[in-house]
């Protein structure tokens, strides 16, 4: 089994994001996944399967104002998907998890981005983890698992529009 969950946000606009900046975010995100899957292929295969998962994010399927983080993210999904294909027939399953808001060491969200009104847990995105590397996903691969508590649904949005009055 192989969790990619190296990950790191920039936080700035298209304007202000510079080369470097862009290519140290692709290169943690998106290529360390793919030299992660790249190195582990090979003994999976020689053992029989195995399971792959990608920590990617629901950025990866909607805009945010950061654009390395975001790109890198819809990479993966990108990525997984071409990784399933390729490797299905030595039975082994890759997939991604991606996750909204989930309390660790980031700032805190506005409630208004929050349509259960709590972030995630650590420990509800390792269950997820957890099932896809079991016997039990057995015929998954190539999927993405959005674990959001909702908030691509457009929920948010709409909470902040009936809380604040503006539509």
């Known amino acids: 089994m192989l969790v990619n969950n190296a990950g790191i946000i920039n936080r700035s606009t298209v304007a202000n994001t510079g080369l470097e900046t862009w290519e140290r975010v692709m290169k943690v995100n998106l290529t360390g996944a793919f030299l992660g899957i790249q190195s582990i292929v090979p003994m999976m295969a020689e053992t029989g399967g195995g399971a792959i998962v990608d920590i990617s994010s629901n950025s990866g399927f909607s805009g945010h104002y950061d654009p390395a983080y975001t790109a890198s993210k819809w990479g993966l999904r990108g990525l997984i998907r071409s990784a399933a294909m390729e490797f299905a ?12 808001l989930v309390v660790t060491g980031f700032k805190a969200a506005s409630p208004y981005l929050k349509p259960m009104k709590r ?9 997820l983890v ?3 590397a079991s016997d039990a996903a057995a015929f998954i691969t190539g999927e993405d698992f959005v674990i959001d508590g909702g908030f691509i649904t457009g929920a948010a949005y709409r909470r902040v529009a009936t809380e604040t009055g503006i539509f």
């Open 89 to 100: 027939g030595r039975n082994i399953r890759v997939n991604a998890v991606c996750p909204g």
């Open 130 to 132: 957890a099932f896809l």
């Open 119 to 127: 972030s995630g847990t650590p420990e509800e995105i390792a269950e």
